[in-house]
């Protein structure tokens, strides 16, 4: 439909999706399929600037995504889904932004720095690294999205995006619209550490673990650290276990554990078990879903290839204008000469 507004998201290929996705992402994705023209897609090159040393995961980790995000419930009828890497003009878009975005603004990002910071078994002292936030900016504005869902950490580069589609416009005439963020609300889902989930630190629960792994996993989560025995009360309102129970759990059962875990009545071990359960019946029906779908990964990968052509039609519209806007374009050089 013509003016329905457009929604581009991406996700990055690091692994199959987790619940930090799922929650901070992918389920508000689900949603917004219902209003709005979707163009939905695995970033694999942005996987490819913290993994670039060792990249033999990265076509096997982006279909384990997308397998996942149609287990969690986005519909390739509804919504464009695709690979960022089978839409080449991203890179191109990125190059032409590369030219005019100051190295300061991408020095600033805080993302940038704390992810140097934190990531330290990695070299991210590099080009590609840096240059993170204008690919992200071309992803979105290739298709002149209106809206990009993201969790709260985006915001530096949503506003990133916008500056770059504002000093485009400036220098060469009105182009590319301001895409707004559009924040999912309970982005933060805590790892198993009590740091946010995040693949690169290792702390995650996938839609792909199995009942036993959840088990396992549940068992080592970190707990209120002012709760050193089982007889002390603990503090569900800052315990990073009980944050699962606010997202998964029925309100009864969410009362019942913050009442007993105040007055030392449930322990910690048997929260565990408690919030394993949760994860495990609630992850149930996209875990068969998944096993289905990557069944036939011939399919997903023709499904990826129909998307990326409908997602290739939107961004060649968008290139003709950027290049016209630009004045790079030969054709019309060519035209005017031959009189
Ligand atoms: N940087 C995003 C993340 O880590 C992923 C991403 C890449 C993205 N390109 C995008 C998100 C474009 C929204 C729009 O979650």
New binding site residues.
């Given amino acids: 439909m013509e003016d329905r507004k457009i929604v ?5 290929a690091t692994g199959g999706l987790h619940l930090g ?1 799922y929650f ?2 992918v389920k508000n994705w689900v949603d917004l399929q219902a209003q709005y023209d979707c163009y939905f ?1 695995v ?1 694999d090159w ?1 996987a490819l600037t913290t993994d670039y040393g060792d990249p033999s995961a990265l076509v096997g980790n982006s279909l384990e995504v997308v397998a996942d995000c149609i287990a969690a419930g986005l519909d390739p009828e509804r919504s464009v889904i695709f690979l ?1 890497s089978f839409v080449p003009a991203h890179a191109e878009l990125y190059l032409l932004f590369s030219m005019f975005t100051p190295l300061g603004w991408l020095e600033r990002v805080p993302t940038y720095k704390e992810q140097i910071r934190q990531i330290g078994n990695k070299d991210l002292a590099t080009f590609g690294f840096l240059g ?2 204008v ?2 900016a071309a ?2 504005l290739i298709y002149r ?1 209106d809206m ?4 709260e ?2 915001a530096s ?2 506003e990133l ?1 916008r500056e770059i589609a504002r000093r485009f416009n400036s220098y060469y005439g009105k182009t590319l619209p301001e895409p707004q963020a559009l924040f999912t609300p309970a982005a933060k889902v805590p790892g198993l550490d009590g740091r946010k989930m995040s693949k690169s630190y290792g702390n995650t629960i996938n839609i792909a673990d199995s009942p036993d792994e959840i088990r396992r996993k549940c068992t080592s989560m970190f707990t209120d650290p002012q709760r050193v025995r089982r007889d002390d009360p603990g503090h569900p309102e800052t315990c990073n276990l009980y944050e699962f129970h606010r997202l998964l759990s029925p309100p009864e059962l969410q009362e019942r554990v913050a009442r007993e875990c105040r007055l030392a009545q449930i322990g910690c071990v048997e929260d565990k078990a408690l919030i394993a359960d949760q994860i495990i019946a609630f992850l149930e029906p996209m875990r068969q879903r998944r096993e289905e779908v990557m069944r036939d990964p011939g399919a997903l990968l023709e499904m990826l290839r129909q998307g990326s052509a409908r997602a290739n039609e939107r961004a060649e519209l968008t290139m003709q204008k950027v290049r016209a806007a630009m004045k790079l374009d030969y054709e019309r050089f060519v035209e005017s000469k031959a009189t």
Avoid: E, K, T, W
Avoid at 8 to 12: D, L, Y
Avoid at 148 to 151: A, E, H, L, M, S
């Fill in positions: 581009v998201s991406g996700i990055r996705n901070g992402a897609f970033a942005h960022q993170y936030p690919l992200q992803d979105i999205g990009v869902p993201v969790g950490d985006q580069h949503l995006s």
